[in-house]
């Protein structure tokens, strides 16, 4: 069974407990617990696990209230009985949603069943997990898209930024760990460092090497599952990057993020007192952490997903973008498509930066690209894939192809070989220029009335269709919901 087979069982396993009133939010979460107790058993660390609350003891008891009681009781005790620290964080003030027993057994023997290696893909576990978060940020409902980047995104600003063993990177906004989580791969892709390295230098990279902060309880529990599986032992923190445990997170070889979009309750402002221009904008502080956060040896980078209003506000977020300018050399900025994130209509951009080895003067040009105008309309039959970004690579890089990317390119910034791609979506403005226009960072999108490349749009019936699907979907649960409340 492939590992998107076992994906559709495990996800399609939630229809069971619809009426036991779980959402799929909430099923991800029940799903976390009980996977991470069956693959404790198949990935070899079941000795992490008390021995009253191992797989092999829940599938063999046949009762499904005493399973019941015993499930219950794992969730409130196991952190306590056990020492090491992923499990304790992981069932953190566990509980669960079910109601029926029935419904536990359902699950415990189902994914008892499921065999979870084959002779053509081995160890497809982390990869499932990953599906079934992905599935999760879709369901536009449960809100956990705000947790996920689109996995070509991801792959695309890892790329780019070219990760290099030996160095630490972090993401202070870390939702499911996906950037970190990409970023590993990405070496394990390119230099295969679980067989070439031993030692400390192994130690580093599976331990040390990536980390990561998450606010909300549920994200930061999949997250550490996540990592797990995925044979890391990272350290990421349950809390607030703009209070004082973000200060943690210093001397940095990169950043990788997406931080949460809006401003903080009340627009209070962050109790961080090390941030120079404190705003009730998140994304002004998250951006002042994370170009804070670098280290100033020369080589510290930095890419980082941004909301529109980040480039335009002005006040804190004029003197943000300037300080930003001063510090860092600021030599990209990519206009995102609208669409592909779970919101509707959110208009974001990616920045691309390094820090300088002063604290003046660093950019000197910054380089646009417009995947936005007149661009498709990404959704369900527009899909939104890592080949959308291969006119902007080539532009990025100075003519390196998407194709090419993950081997022939180390992460330098080339301007003369930028400056010689031809492509309307690509320009470049001098410090001086923006520095004229009350350094807004706004700017870079071509005019639409001169852009004349057929692109294809999603129909409007595909979309009534789109629209209809939400609708019935909403339908069902309103319908689940009266029937609840009797």
């Given at each position: 069974?492939?590992?998107?087979?076992?994906?559709?069982?495990l996800?399609?396993?939630?229809?069971?407990?619809?009426?036991?009133?779980?959402?799929?939010?909430?099923?991800?979460?029940?799903?976390?617990?009980?996977?991470?107790?069956?693959?404790?058993?198949?990935?070899?660390?079941?000795?992490?696990?008390?021995?009253?609350?191992?797989?092999?003891?829940?599938?063999?008891?046949?009762?499904?209230?005493?399973?019941?009681?015993?499930?219950?009781?794992?969730?409130?005790?196991?952190?306590a009985?056990?020492?090491?620290?992923?499990?304790?964080?992981?069932?953190?003030?566990?509980?669960?949603?079910?109601?029926?027993?029935?419904?536990?057994?359902?699950?415990?023997?189902?994914?008892?069943?499921?065999?979870?290696?084959?002779?053509?893909?081995?160890?497809?576990?982390?990869?499932?997990?990953?599906?079934?978060l992905?599935?999760?940020?879709?369901?536009?409902?449960?809100?956990?898209?705000?947790?996920?980047?689109?996995?070509?995104?991801?792959?695309?600003?890892?790329?780019?930024?070219?990760?290099?063993?030996?160095?630490?990177?972090?993401?202070?906004?870390?939702?499911?760990?996906?950037?970190?989580?990409?970023?590993?791969?990405?070496?394990?892709?390119?230099?295969?460092?679980?067989?070439?390295?031993?030692?400390?230098?192994?130690?580093?990279?599976?331990?040390?090497?990536?980390?990561?902060?998450?606010?909300?309880?549920?994200?930061?529990?999949?997250?550490?599952?996540?990592a797990?599986?995925?044979?890391?032992?990272?350290?990421?923190?349950?809390?607030?990057?703009?209070?004082?445990?973000?200060?943690?997170?210093?001397?940095?070889?990169?950043?990788?993020?997406?931080?949460?979009?809006?401003?903080?309750?009340?627009?209070?402002k962050?109790?961080?007192?090390?941030?120079?221009?404190?705003?009730?904008?998140?994304?002004?502080?998250?951006?002042?952490?994370?170009?804070?956060?670098?280290?100033?040896?020369?080589?510290?980078?930095?890419?980082?997903?941004?909301?529109?209003?980040?480039?335009?506000?002005d006040?804190?977020?004029?003197?943000?973008r300037?300080?930003?300018?001063?510090?860092?050399?600021?030599?990209?900025?990519?206009?995102?498509?609208?669409?592909?994130?779970?919101?509707?209509?959110?208009?974001?951009?990616?920045?691309?930066?390094?820090?300088?080895?002063?604290?003046?003067?660093?950019?000197?040009?910054?380089?646009?690209?417009?995947?936005?105008?007149?661009?498709?309309?990404?959704?369900?039959?527009?899909?939104?894939?890592?080949?959308?970004?291969?006119?902007?690579?080539?532009?990025?890089?100075?003519?390196?192809?998407?194709?090419?990317?993950?081997?022939?390119?180390?992460?330098?910034?080339?301007?003369?070989?930028?400056?010689?791609?031809?492509?309307?979506?690509?320009?470049?403005?001098?410090?001086?220029?923006?520095?004229?226009?009350?350094?807004?960072?706004?700017?870079?999108?071509?005019?639409?009335?001169?852009?004349?490349?057929?692109?294809?749009?999603?129909?409007?019936?595909d979309?009534?269709?789109?629209?209809?699907?939400e609708?019935?979907a909403?339908?069902?649960?309103?319908?689940?919901?009266?029937?609840?409340?009797?």
């Amino acid at each position: 069974m492939s590992a998107e087979e076992i994906a559709n069982k495990l996800w399609n396993l939630c229809n069971v407990l619809r009426d036991d009133g779980v959402t799929y939010h909430q099923y991800l979460n029940e799903l976390t617990y009980i996977l991470f107790l069956r693959l404790s058993e198949v990935k070899g660390f079941e000795k992490d696990i008390p021995e009253e609350y191992r797989w092999s003891k829940l599938k063999g008891i046949s009762d499904n209230k005493e399973l019941f009681d015993t499930y219950r009781d794992l969730l409130t005790n196991i952190s306590a009985k056990t020492k090491n620290a992923t499990v304790k964080e992981i069932f953190s003030n566990a509980s669960t949603t079910l109601r029926k027993p029935v419904n536990l057994k359902t699950l415990v023997t189902s994914i008892d069943a499921i065999d979870w290696y084959d002779d053509v893909e081995q160890d497809k576990i982390a990869t499932i997990y990953e599906e079934l978060l992905e599935r999760n940020a879709g369901e536009k409902k449960s809100g956990a898209g705000q947790y996920f980047t689109p996995r070509p995104l991801i792959n695309v600003m890892v790329e780019l930024m070219a990760p290099k063993l030996g160095e630490r990177w972090n993401d202070p906004a870390a939702g499911t760990f996906g950037f970190m989580i990409a970023a590993d791969q990405y070496l394990r892709d390119k230099y295969d460092y679980i067989y070439t390295l031993d030692g400390e230098a192994r130690r580093f990279q599976l331990e040390d090497a990536f980390s990561g902060c998450e606010l909300v309880e549920d994200a930061h529990r999949l997250a550490l599952m996540n990592a797990k599986l995925h044979g890391l032992e990272s350290y990421i923190a349950l809390g607030d990057t703009l209070t004082d445990l973000g200060k943690k997170f210093n001397n940095l070889d990169g950043v990788l993020a997406n931080p949460p979009f809006g401003t903080k309750q009340g627009g209070e402002k962050p109790t961080r007192d090390d941030l120079t221009f404190p705003s009730g904008n998140k994304q002004l502080n998250f951006l002042q952490h994370i170009y804070r956060s670098l280290h100033k040896k020369g080589g510290a980078r930095a890419a980082v997903v941004l909301p529109d209003n980040v480039l335009f506000e002005d006040g804190d977020g004029r003197k943000v973008r300037k300080d930003l300018m001063e510090k860092c050399k600021l030599h990209t900025i990519l206009r995102l498509p609208t669409g592909i994130f779970y919101a509707a209509g959110v208009k974001t951009n990616v920045l691309f930066f390094e820090r300088g080895q002063n604290e003046i003067g660093n950019t000197d040009k910054v380089w646009f690209y417009d995947m936005r105008t007149n661009a498709p309309s990404y959704g369900k039959r527009t899909p939104f894939t890592r080949n959308a970004f291969a006119d902007f690579v080539k532009a990025y890089t100075g003519g390196i192809t998407l194709s090419e990317l993950k081997n022939n390119y180390d992460g330098g910034i080339d301007h003369a070989r930028r400056a010689e791609v031809q492509d309307e979506r690509w320009s470049c403005l001098s410090r001086e220029e923006i520095s004229k226009k009350n350094d807004s960072l706004d700017l870079g999108l071509i005019a639409y009335a001169n852009y004349s490349s057929s692109v294809h749009t999603e129909e409007p019936i595909d979309l009534a269709r789109e629209a209809a699907d939400e609708l019935k979907a909403i339908q069902v649960e309103l319908n689940q919901i009266i029937e609840l409340l009797g």
